[in-house]
């Protein structure tokens, strides 16, 4: 009795194997959804609609963007992981759902990055840039520097919510240079940078964004947070030249659930790598201060996982909470 269970066992698996095996081959048969669960109108929700056309091209099928906005990413996100591991449903997710948010939400976080997402392809990173107000009297990062600690828990710096990219680069400027200044987050970076602009907060770190405004005098540009000078500004320095190690960019990338084929993955890595190499997608990505990021799923989870320990330990530091 215990052979035929063993049997019957095997057999079982071998054609659940080749069933899976068939289904990747014939995939995808029908419409796919990306999921961004933020509101429209951020870099989460204009990256997937900006790709979407080509990869569309690319998988033969309609590509359909939806919404599920909610608790800083999580609603959306643990819906997600409730659908089914085919492929047909995917995530749009920024450093913070993949990264971030397990240390700091800790156990009330509804999802477990690790067991429950399947990393896809990475997408985009997104350079962030240090700027200041008008009025302060810096023009480089010396004499920002200098400036802070002449007027010590005086000045403060904005970001776009606890957690996100911005407030943590603001977060490794204050451990790097040992600065005593007060974090002002505000619901989005939108307002965030208008408080900026008004000359409420003395600086911030953000996107692309902030480049018109330092091309018409209104925002000063003091630095970069890519590991090298980007070549559209050179000569302003990286954060990394005076704090060496200092990298803080923001990033996307596309995941499923947990238990999708791995076939059905390699399908949708290899589209999506090949949509983000277009011309006119690449162009795109350029307007928004967006670098295309192409990877392996194998490599993008090496990264997550690398990002997931430098952020977790910059919270740790922060004693940052969830709001």
């Known amino acids: 009795m215990q052979i035929k269970n063993l049997m019957l066992g095997a057999i079982l698996m071998a054609l659940a194997t080749a069933f899976t095996s068939v289904a990747a081959q014939t995939f995808p048969t029908r419409t796919i959804e ?41 609603l959306g996100t643990a819906q997600f992981t409730r659908d089914a591991p085919d492929g047909y449903t995917l995530l749009e997710t920024p450093l913070s759902t993949l990264s971030v948010n397990a240390a700091l939400f800790g156990k009330s976080l509804p999802y477990d990055p690790v067991k429950d997402l399947e ?11 240090l700027v200041t107000n008008s009025s302060l009297p810096v023009n480089n990062l010396a004499e920002l520097v200098a400036y802070i600690k002449a007027h010590p828990g005086k000045m403060s710096y904005a970001s776009a919510g606890v957690g996100g990219s911005n407030h943590l680069a603001g977060e490794m400027f204050r451990f790097a240079a040992g600065l005593d200044v007060t974090h002002v987050p505000f619901s989005g970076s939108a307002p965030a940078l208008n408080a900026v602009l008004g000359k409420y907060v003395d600086y911030m770190f953000d996107s692309g964004r902030v480049l018109p405004y330092v091309k018409s005098g209104m925002l000063k540009l003091i630095a970069v947070t890519t590991p090298q000078r980007l070549p559209e500004y050179p000569n302003v320095p990286t954060m990394a030249e005076t704090y060496p190690g200092f990298v803080a960019s923001g990033w996307h990338g596309i995941v499923a659930p947990a238990g999708t084929p791995r076939d059905v ?59």
């Open 119 to 129: 990393p896809v392809a990475p997408l985009a990173t997104l350079p962030l840039f």
């Open 265 to 323: 993955v390699l399908i949708l890595n290899k589209a999506i790598g090949q949509a983000l190499q277009d011309p006119e997608v690449k162009k795109q990505l350029a307007v928004q201060a967006l670098v295309p990021f192409i990877a392996s799923p194998e490599e993008f989870t090496v990264f997550i996982n690398e990002e997931t320990k430098k952020w977790s330990e910059v919270i740790r530091k922060s004693g940052a909470k969830a709001e």
């Open 34 to 74: 990306i999921i961004v669960p933020f509101a429209p109108g951020g870099i989460a929700d204009i990256l997937p609609r900006l790709l979407a056309p080509k990869l569309s091209a690319e998988l033969k099928q309609s590509i359909v963007i939806l919404n599920r906005p909610g608790a800083s990413g999580n």
